[in-house]
């Protein structure tokens, strides 16, 4: 069954920590993308990935890193540098140069600093 | 800049009642526009694409150039459709970069 697994559903962060989300997909997408989602404020875009050992830094990159060592995985990690972590956060894939194509979203982590 | 403004933050209307979900665009460039549904606890989910020029459950929408505009109609609407509904625009630019709307929710009421 294809798709992209994000996990976990859950995670709660102490203040200075940082945290990892997973994000995995089997949809043989080459381009992989973070999102966080914001009551209000719709989708904005993290960081990006459109090959593989390569990714762009989104609008509100900061306090976030990434890697992409492998075409199937675009984890994201949430540093004790980003100010306001507490959100929902959406991972995407598509296919590479297919601007009609849209994305495949996967089913989000909400993530609470306590 | 890119930007995808829809206006309406929550939107409400009864059963069988006609919908459109506005959404402006800025874009100098060729746009291509996206709508996507997000039902309670299910996950974001395209709903449909100016290219295909299709109807997905009973929705269409229209890319206006001119006016820069891409709203989503249903003439009849139901209860199933109460969801977020996000517009969204891929930079030609940056690849299939996506810009999305803040979100309008559609309530139908009974």
């Known amino acids: 069954d294809g798709g992209i697994t994000q996990s976990p559903k859950y995670l709660f962060r102490k203040e200075g920590q940082n945290v990892t989300l997973s994000c995995e997909q089997n949809?043989?997408?080459?381009?992989m993308y973070w999102y966080r989602q914001d009551p209000g404020q719709g989708l904005r875009l993290i960081y990006y990935?459109?090959?593989?050992?390569?990714?762009q830094k989104g609008d509100i990159a900061e306090g976030y890193s990434v890697s992409r060592e492998k075409k199937e995985s675009f984890p994201l990690t949430v540093t004790s540098a980003q100010k306001n972590p507490t959100a929902f956060y959406l991972c995407?894939?598509?296919?590479?140069?297919?601007?009609?194509?849209?994305?495949?979203f996967g089913s989000g982590t909400r993530l609470t600093v306590v | 800049a890119q930007r995808v403004t829809q206006p309406e933050k929550l939107l409400s209307v009864f059963k069988g009642a006609p919908v459109e979900l506005k959404c402006n665009y800025s874009?100098?460039?060729?746009?291509?526009l996206f709508w996507y549904v997000q039902y309670s606890r299910q996950r974001l989910q395209l709903l449909l694409r100016h290219i295909s020029r299709e109807s997905i459950k009973g929705f269409t929408a229209d890319l206006n150039k001119g006016e820069t505009s891409f709203h989503l109609k249903k003439p009849f609407a139901q209860e199933e459709d109460s969801a977020m509904y996000y517009c969204?625009?891929?930079?030609?630019?940056?690849?299939?970069?996506?810009?999305f709307g803040a979100g309008t929710i559609l309530r139908v009421k009974s």
């Open positions: 995407a894939s598509s296919p590479q140069g297919a601007r009609g194509y849209g994305y495949t």
């Open positions: 990935s459109q090959i593989v050992n390569d990714f």
């Open positions: 969204a625009l891929s930079i030609m630019e940056y690849g299939n970069k996506l810009v």
């Open positions: 949809l043989n997408h080459d381009a």
């Open positions: 874009y100098s460039g060729s746009p291509e």
